[in-house]
C-alpha cells in the first residue's frame, strides 16, 4: 500500500517502504540493529529447502516466520523433537524462517513519535503474563483483553531501566529509518541490558491497542498524536 501511494504521489504518514519492509524482516533488523550496536538476540535463518541440525541448537529457542506479524506461526520449541514441526508451521506463512534464542526478561514496549532529531518517547508499558507467551491479533474478542497477558502502562520498572529503554527504542527507530511513528518492542533482562524484539511501523491505533496508551501515558491525547504524525508529513520534515 505504502508502495503504492509513493507511485501515485499521494503522500501518506509513517514509515516508509524501505524502513517498513526492513523491520517487517526481522532477521534484517537485528542485523542493521546490531551493527547499531543496538542488542539483538542470537538467531539463525532457515530457508525454504533447507534442514536443520536440532541437536546444534541450546533450547528453549522461538521458531518464526522471517516476513510476519501478530504472532502467527510462532511457536516456543523447548525440546529437539519439537524442532521440525514447528519449522513447518512458521513456513506456512513465510518460506524464510528465524529460529532465535529465547531472551530471558521482561517484554517491554516503547511507542515512538516524530522524525530524527526530533523524537518523542512515550511511556514504557511492560507485558504481564499469566502463562505460555505474547500472542497478539489472534484473540476472538481483542477489545476484552488477552486470556494470558495484561499491559501495565507505566511498566513496573526502575525511572533508570525506563530512561534506558526510550533511549535504546530512539537508537532502534534512527538506525532504522523509521518516521512518524513506530512500536519498539524489547526484552529488560534482569542485568539491565536491553534486548530487541522488533519493530511495529504501522502500530494499532484502537481503544486497546499499546501505542496510544503508552502516548496518553506520556501526556498526549489520541487527537494530539493523528496531529503530529499529519504535520510532520504535510510539511515534509
Same mark, same amino acid.
Given at each position: 500500500m505504502?508502495? %503504492? @501511494? *509513493?507511485?501515485?504521489?499521494?503522500?501518506?504518514? +509513517?514509515?516508509?517502504?524501505?524502513s517498513? #519492509?526492513?523491520?517487517? $524482516?526481522?532477521? %534484517? &533488523?537485528?542485523?542493521?540493529a546490531g551493527k547499531a550496536g543496538i542488542g539483538t538476540p542470537n538467531f539463525r535463518t532457515v530457508t525454504a529447502? *533447507?534442514? =536443520?541440525? #536440532?541437536d546444534g %541448537?541450546?533450547?528453549?529457542?522461538f521458531v518464526k516466520p522471517a516476513r510476519s506479524g501478530s504472532s502467527f506461526g510462532v511457536s516456543k520449541v523447548c525440546r529437539k523433537e519439537e524442532l521440525r514441526s514447528a519449522v513447518e508451521t512458521a513456513r506456512q506463512y513465510d518460506s524464510k524462517v528465524l529460529i532465535e534464542e529465547a531472551v530471558a526478561g521482561s517484554e517491554v514496549g516503547c511507542a515512538i513519535l516524530g522524525n530524527d532529531p526530533e523524537l518523542m &518517547?512515550? *511511556?514504557?508499558?511492560? =507485558?504481564s503474563l499469566s502463562h505460555g507467551f505474547f500472542r497478539i491479533h489472534q484473540e476472538n474478542e481483542p477489545e476484552k483483553g488477552s486470556e494470558n497477558s495484561t499491559f501495565i502502562v507505566p511498566a513496573g520498572i526502575s525511572a533508570e531501566a525506563r530512561l534506558f529503554v526510550q533511549?535504546? &527504542?530512539? #537508537?532502534?527507530?534512527? &538506525? @532504522?529509518g523509521?518516521? +512518524?511513528? #513506530?512500536?519498539?518492542?524489547?526484552? %529488560?533482562? *534482569? $542485568? +539491565?541490558?536491553? =534486548? @530487541?524484539n522488533e519493530v511495529n511501523t504501522l502500530p494499532g491505533m484502537t481503544s486497546y491497542s499499546r501505542y496510544p496508551r503508552m502516548v496518553a501515558a506520556a501526556g498526549l491525547t489520541f487527537a494530539e498524536v493523528i496531529d503530529r504524525i499529519v504535520a510532520l508529513t504535510l510539511q515534509g520534515k
Amino acid at each position: 500500500m505504502q508502495g %503504492l @501511494l *509513493e507511485l501515485s504521489g499521494i503522500p501518506y504518514v +509513517g514509515c516508509d517502504v524501505q524502513s517498513s #519492509a526492513l523491520c517487517m $524482516d526481522k532477521s %534484517l &533488523a537485528y542485523i542493521v540493529a546490531g551493527k547499531a550496536g543496538i542488542g539483538t538476540p542470537n538467531f539463525r535463518t532457515v530457508t525454504a529447502k *533447507e534442514t =536443520i541440525d #536440532a541437536d546444534g %541448537l541450546s533450547y528453549p529457542v522461538f521458531v518464526k516466520p522471517a516476513r510476519s506479524g501478530s504472532s502467527f506461526g510462532v511457536s516456543k520449541v523447548c525440546r529437539k523433537e519439537e524442532l521440525r514441526s514447528a519449522v513447518e508451521t512458521a513456513r506456512q506463512y513465510d518460506s524464510k524462517v528465524l529460529i532465535e534464542e529465547a531472551v530471558a526478561g521482561s517484554e517491554v514496549g516503547c511507542a515512538i513519535l516524530g522524525n530524527d532529531p526530533e523524537l518523542m &518517547a512515550g *511511556e514504557v508499558d511492560q =507485558i504481564s503474563l499469566s502463562h505460555g507467551f505474547f500472542r497478539i491479533h489472534q484473540e476472538n474478542e481483542p477489545e476484552k483483553g488477552s486470556e494470558n497477558s495484561t499491559f501495565i502502562v507505566p511498566a513496573g520498572i526502575s525511572a533508570e531501566a525506563r530512561l534506558f529503554v526510550q533511549e535504546t &527504542a530512539k #537508537a532502534v527507530y534512527r &538506525a @532504522l529509518g523509521c518516521r +512518524g511513528l #513506530a512500536r519498539v518492542d524489547m526484552f %529488560l533482562k *534482569e $542485568d +539491565g541490558k536491553v =534486548i @530487541l524484539n522488533e519493530v511495529n511501523t504501522l502500530p494499532g491505533m484502537t481503544s486497546y491497542s499499546r501505542y496510544p496508551r503508552m502516548v496518553a501515558a506520556a501526556g498526549l491525547t489520541f487527537a494530539e498524536v493523528i496531529d503530529r504524525i499529519v504535520a510532520l508529513t504535510l510539511q515534509g520534515k
